[in-house]
Each structure stands twice: as C-alpha cells, then as structure tokens.
C-alpha cells in the first residue's frame, strides 16, 4: 500500500505539473499530498468504512459536514482509538495456497517481494483472502511470539499502553458510550474459555481492562465485533476523519488543491482505479474490500 501510494502521489504531482508549469518542486510535492490525503479520506468513509459497517447503504465523505457540529474537534489522534484499531486478529496465518501463499516470513519487512511479485498479482491475492475474526485467543503468533527475547512482542506492547496511558475500565467506557454495563464476566462473553480466563486474571468485571473486554465481547454473526467496539469505532471514524483540515469550507477550494487536484478528487471513486492507474496495463488485477 505504501509503494501504490508513493507512485498515485507521483501521477499527481505530474498531472498537477503539466496543468501548473510554473509551480516548483515544493508547491508540487505539499498540493499532491494534499490531493492524497482528501482522496484517502474519501476511499476510508465511502468504501472501507461501508464494508466493516454493520449496515448495507452507501456512505459519502461531505465536505463542511464537521463544521459547527457538537463532536467536531481538533485533528488528533485520541489514544483509545489508535489502540483499539490494533485488529491483529484479523491477519490471516498465511495468505493464499499453493506455490504463491505467503507465510507471515514471506510478507513482513519484505520490499523484495513486491518488486519480484509486482502489486498486480499481491493486490490481487490479499483482495481474495478471507480475514480472521475479531477477538481474543485468534492473534497471529507473530504478533505474539518475541522475536528478541529482550524485547515485548507486538501485543505485549499493545497491552501494556494501557495501564500506561491510565485509561479507565471496561465498564467505564460502556457508561461513557450509554451503554448498559456488565455485572458479570458472563454478560461479556459465552465462550467458556475467554470467560474463564479473563475472570482468573481480573476477578471482579469492573476491574476489566478496556481493551481486553473489546475484544472479549461476544457479537452476533451479522457483525463483525462487539457492542462497545461497533460504538467507539463508529465515532472516532467520523469525528477523526470529517473533521480534518483539509474539508473544512474555507480550504476545501480549488487554491487549495487547483482545478486539476479538484478532478483528480472528485473522479476518484474507489481504490481499484488507483491499483489500476499504477499497475501494468497486462495485467488483471482484482481490487475488492469484498470476497
């Protein structure tokens, strides 16, 4: 994803060259990346944030939609939701069969492969794996295992921001988001070894880590996790995304982006035609959120 968007940025940067002959290297460079930025916006509310929804009805990114609005805010980052994004059981134990399946040795840290393999053909092969399922005891055990037996593995680090960043419960965060709290480790969860687990290491349902009971949480098989997740998720996903700069009425402009970058925004729908914009015209590729 990185290198698709390192060569979408560079077509930008041309096409808003060949319409702006006089700008330099700097003005260049900061207007594609701004055009990037509303286009990825737009990709992450109009299809991402479609496919994970529990809901079948498009959505739109409006520009303007944040202002003046009770939840809109400054544009940060709050540290729930860069924690409770961590989807780790999500990554499938391998991607793929046969001679192209990638084993998770083949596909992290490996600039190699995308050279060798080409973003056509791995593009194509991530959009046709199924992920995992959402929650605890399905993490991959590179995620979990050190590799440096000096050094906390990816979860273990994820888990001890936690208590680091002095969050509050649970139970706590079920009030603050109006939902009904738990009185017991079996309102959280019927998987008898979840609940014996978490019940053995905590005791009592209000001294419950956050961010383990969102992830504890049972959810019905039309959803894709728990109540408390659904809720955060769905917040944060509007008021850290609508409320970014770049959409707000005063810069949302062609000074902004230029007429050129407006085009590139507005004819931008869906993260196929960027795969196919930088890809070999050969090729086929297959882009999907969707199996």
């Known amino acids: 994803m990185n290198v698709l968007f390192l060569r979408e940025h560079n077509r930008v940067a041309h096409v808003l060259r060949e319409a ?26 109009q299809e991402y ?6 809901f079948d009805f498009p959505l739109e990114n409006v520009a303007f939609l944040a202002e003046g609005a009770r939840w809109n805010r400054s544009n940060w980052i709050a540290i729930e939701f860069n924690l409770l994004y961590r989807w780790h059981s999500l990554v499938p134990d391998a991607i793929g069969d046969g001679d192209t399946r990638l084993e998770p040795d ?3 840290n490996n600039n190699p492969l995308v050279i060798s393999r080409g973003i056509e053909d791995l593009i194509s092969q991530l959009s046709k794996e199924k992920c995992g399922r959402i929650g605890l005891l399905n993490t991959p055990r590179f995620l979990i295992d050190r590799h440096d037996r000096s050094q906390p593995s990816v979860e273990e680090r994820t888990v001890g921001l936690m208590p680091k960043a002095r969050l509050a419960s649970y ?16 309102d959280l969860t019927g998987d008898a070894v979840v609940r014996e687990r978490v019940k053995r290491l905590y005791g009592d349902i209000d001294k419950l880590e956050w961010y383990v009971g969102i992830f504890a949480e049972d959810y019905g098989e039309e959803m894709m996790m728990g109540g408390l997740l659904t809720a955060m998720v769905a917040y944060d996903a509007f008021t850290q995304a609508l409320t970014n700069p770049l959409l707000a ?3 949302y402009t062609e000074n902004t982006f230029s007429p050129a970058g407006m085009t590139e925004i507005e004819n931008t729908k869906c993260l196929h035609q960027i795969v196919v914009r930088n890809s070999n015209p050969d090729k086929h590729v297959h882009t999907s959120f969707k199996v």
Do not use: C, G
């Open 20 to 45: 702006n002959p006089d700008w330099d290297d700097e003005r260049l460079f900061q207007t594609a990346r701004n055009v990037m930025i509303v286009i990825l916006l737009n990709l992450v509310v």
């Open 49 to 54: 944030i479609v496919h994970i929804a529990p």
């Open 106 to 108: 083949d596909f992290r």
């Open 171 to 186: 139970n706590d965060y079920r009030r603050a988001f109006k939902l009904r709290p738990f009185s017991s480790f079996e």
């Open 249 to 251: 009425r005063n810069v």
